[in-house]
């Protein structure tokens, strides 16, 4: 069967480094994506990694290992703000096969 | 702006009342998308829509109606809506199903 797997919550302290790792088991895997979910609002894009490697953009980084079936999202410099729930989603025969997404809560 | 707009943001309802959640894009995107929202369980798909007149069912259709008579619009429908209804939908739509969506601001939607 296909199945993504994110941890459920996580706490990271303001300033710092935190990483939220994605599992999955898909098939006709052709890319995976992060968004970000603030409580209550819609999901807005984040970054997609389709080949093996790290994308950085800005504070966020994202990694992709197709041949281990894993990915993580990095946040660096943590800000307050950055409190919200982070959804992957791997593409599987061209749909969208999503994680129930971790809760990031920011401490100061 | 490129955009999906959904209405209404809020809805309170009672059970067996026929409803419509309305969805429409801006971006002459093909694909779109009904989602619902639970807490624990993550983006479930409702309906999804590959083009006009071309649409499918999702991992949770019972209960649903889509339809999709042109591009832009991708309208839900409850026909009697049940309390297990009650839930936060989003609207979504890409250049193709394997592409990145652009979500649409979301309807709370109560059944009492």
């Known amino acids: 069967g296909q199945n993504i797997d994110q941890p459920t919550e996580m706490t990271a302290t303001e300033g710092a480094i935190v990483q939220i790792n994605c599992t999955y088991q898909?098939?006709?895997?052709?890319?995976l994506f992060w968004y970000q979910q603030h409580a209550g609002e819609a999901p807005t894009f984040l970054s997609y990694?389709?080949l093996d490697g790290l994308e950085e953009k800005g504070r966020f980084s994202s990694f992709l290992s197709r041949s281990k079936g894993y990915s993580y999202l990095l946040l660096k410099e943590l800000q307050m703000k950055d409190s919200a729930s982070y959804l992957c989603?791997?593409?599987?025969?061209?749909?969208?096969?999503w994680g129930a997404g971790t809760k990031l809560i920011i401490k100061p | 702006e490129a955009q999906v707009t959904q209405n209404p943001r809020y809805l309170i309802t009672v059970t067996g009342k026929k409803l419509t959640v309305t969805c429409s894009q801006n971006?002459?995107?093909?694909?779109m998308s009904w989602y619902r929202q639970d807490p624990g369980l993550g983006l479930r798909q409702i309906y999804y829509?590959?083009?006009?007149?071309?649409?499918d069912k999702g991992d949770v259709p019972e209960g649903y109606k889509v339809s999709r008579k042109e591009k832009r619009n991708f309208p839900l429908i409850l026909e009697s809506p049940s309390p297990n209804q009650t839930s936060l939908y989003f609207c979504?739509?890409?250049?193709?199903?394997?592409?990145?969506?652009?979500f649409g601001s979301g309807t709370r939607l109560t059944v009492v």
């Open positions: 979504a739509s890409s250049q193709g199903a394997g592409y990145g969506y652009t």
């Open positions: 971006m002459n995107h093909e694909y």
């Open positions: 829509s590959m083009n006009v007149e071309v649409t």
């Open positions: 898909t098939s006709g895997f052709n890319g």
């Open positions: 990694n389709v």
């Open positions: 989603a791997a593409v599987s025969n061209y749909q969208l096969i």
